[in-house]
């Protein structure tokens, strides 16, 4: 079955350093492959994707995520987070079996303490 | 601005009402999705359309209904509004490229039904 797994519900990062948030996934080929952050009362707005080609990508706001495909994971990094980073992240992976939507993980809570 | 807009934001409706929930987009795209946010489950599908006079159903469609009359609207009712649908929906639209492109959200709908 399509599944995506973020393994830790809730992290706190002091302000300046690095970040990784964990993302597995299950899926019967390559998906495609997502990070979205939602700030508070906000809705989900895209970091960075992957669908093939260097399995390194970099996204908005000084992110980045590297694809793994022996490992199944898709982390995402930071190399110096920063207050406003402080959000909600959600994994995503796609196309579902219908072929068209999108299957979220559970999402990682991102505290900044200063 | 361009993007994704959801009407209402808040409502709280008594249990056994109906409502209709409006997603407007102004970027031609042909995908509309529909989620509901829950704590601890990240976003699970409702409903999606892939274009205009089409909708299909998603991971969790029972007590819901969607339309797709125009290419820029999705609407998602609810007949007869049970506490288990409290929750915040978003809307979201991809354009024909559909998980190629990136999909855009809307803020979200909190809706609590008592």
């Known amino acids: 079955a399509q599944s995506v797994t973020q393994p830790d519900i809730h992290i706190t990062v002091s302000e300046g350093a690095s970040l990784e948030l964990r993302c597995n996934y299950s899926?019967?080929?390559?998906?495609?492959l997502f990070w979205y952050v939602q700030s508070p009362g906000q809705g989900l707005q895209l970091l960075l994707k992957y669908f093939s080609g260097d399995t390194l990508v970099q996204g908005i706001k000084g992110f980045e995520a590297e694809f793994k495909r022996s490992q199944s994971s898709f982390n995402l990094r930071k190399p110096s987070v920063h207050w406003s980073d402080a959000a909600e992240y959600f994994c995503?992976?796609?196309?579902?079996?219908?072929?068209?939507?999108?299957?979220f993980g559970k999402g990682t809570t991102l505290s900044v303490s200063s | 601005n361009a993007g994704v807009t959801q009407t209402p934001k808040f409502r709280v409706l008594k249990t056994g009402q109906s409502m209709t929930l409006l997603c407007a987009q102004d970027?031609?795209?042909?995908?509309m999705y529909w989620y509901r946010q829950d704590p601890g489950m990240g976003l699970r599908l409702i409903h999606y359309?892939?274009?205009?006079?089409?909708?299909a159903k998603g991971e969790v469609p029972d007590g819901y209904n969607v339309s797709r009359l125009k290419k820029q609207n999705f609407l998602l009712g609810l007949e007869s509004a049970a506490p288990s649908q409290t929750s915040v929906y978003f809307c979201?639209?991809?354009?024909?490229?559909?998980?190629?492109?990136?999909?855009?959200f809307g803020q979200g709908t909190r809706l609590t039904v008592v």
């Open positions: 979201a639209s991809t354009g024909a490229g559909g998980l190629s492109g990136v999909a855009f």
């Open positions: 899926y019967g080929a390559t998906p495609y």
């Open positions: 995503a992976v796609g196309p579902d079996q219908a072929g068209t939507a999108l299957i």
């Open positions: 359309s892939v274009g205009e006079g089409t909708t």
């Open positions: 970027m031609n795209h042909e995908y």
